[in-house]
T-cell receptor, first 117, second 112 residues
Framework: EAGVAQSPRYKIIEKRQSVAFWCNPI?????LYWYQQILGQGPKLLIQ????????DSQLPKDRFSAERLKGVDSTLKIQPAKLEDSAVYLC???????????????FGEGSRLTVL | GESVGLHLPTLSVQEGDNSIINCAYS??????FIWYKQESGKGPQFIID?????DKRQGQRVTVLLNKTVKHLSLQIAATQPGDSAVYFC???????????FGQGTTLQVKP
């Protein structure tokens, strides 16, 4: 079974520029998450989708971050304009919500590492 | 408030010994508590979870203990191996949304 795919793996931009990250979840997983992980810290949830609807985006800085999940499959996370403090790894995860899936089991991609100069 | 934190940033153990990683949580509305393992350059990987109405759950070489009285969670790894070296995160699941809140992480170093 293919895992969660993310791209790009690495991105370096200057502050005030924009960047977009892409995620392809595991086939059939209805729930998709974007997490931000700053070096040395645990992942922080930015946004959670159920199919193509937003379940939780309470910690998404909406003045600069946006995310969408068209057709309930792939998702993109955009930052515009980027700030220095946005330097982090952006992790996408998906979860199966049927068929006896373990409640707490999220499947994570390898992440997209963003460096803002 | 919502927060999950770990007591120790780094734990160093000898290969073959047992490891115990601790976590404190503050949200009483969580229905599941979960442990994840994160190796360098990779995303977190699920290890084991425990429902809030349980106090112990065992897996393969791992045991999770939950003490709701003091809001404490621990992960025990038996016969620790070099492949267990990683950062371990506890997380709690908010029951009404399914949101997972992660703690800060403990680095486990296994000495040969």
């Amino acid at each position: 079974e293919a895992g969660v795919a993310q791209s790009p793996r690495y991105k370096i931009i200057e502050k005030r520029q924009s960047v977009a990250f892409w995620c392809n979840p595991i086939s059939g997983h209805a729930t998709l998450y974007w997490y931000q992980q700053i070096l040395g810290q645990g992942p922080k949830l930015l946004i959670q989708f159920q199919n193509n609807g937003v379940v939780d985006d309470s910690q998404l800085p909406k003045d600069r971050f946006s995310a969408e999940r068209l057709k309930g499959v792939d998702s993109t996370l955009k930052i515009q304009p980027a700030k220095l403090e946005d330097s982090a790894v952006y992790l996408c995860a998906s979860r199966q919500t049927s068929g006896g899936a373990r409640v707490g089991e999220l499947f994570f991609g390898e992440g997209s590492r963003l460096t803002v100069l | 408030g919502e927060s999950v934190g770990l007591h120790l940033p780094t734990l160093s153990v000898q290969e073959g010994d047992n490891s115990i990683i601790n976590c404190a949580y503050s949200n009483s509305a969580s229905d599941y508590f979960i442990w994840y393992k994160q190796e360098s350059g990779k995303g977190p990987q699920f290890i084991i979870d425990i429902r809030s109405n349980m106090d112990k759950r065992q897996g393969q070489r791992v045991t999770v203990l939950l003490n709701k009285t003091v809001k404490h969670l621990s992960l025990q790894i038996a016969a620790t191996q070099p492949g267990d070296s990683a950062v371990y995160f506890c997380a709690e699941r908010v029951s009404n949304t399914g949101k997972l809140i992660f703690g800060q992480g403990t680095t486990l170093q296994v000495k040969p």
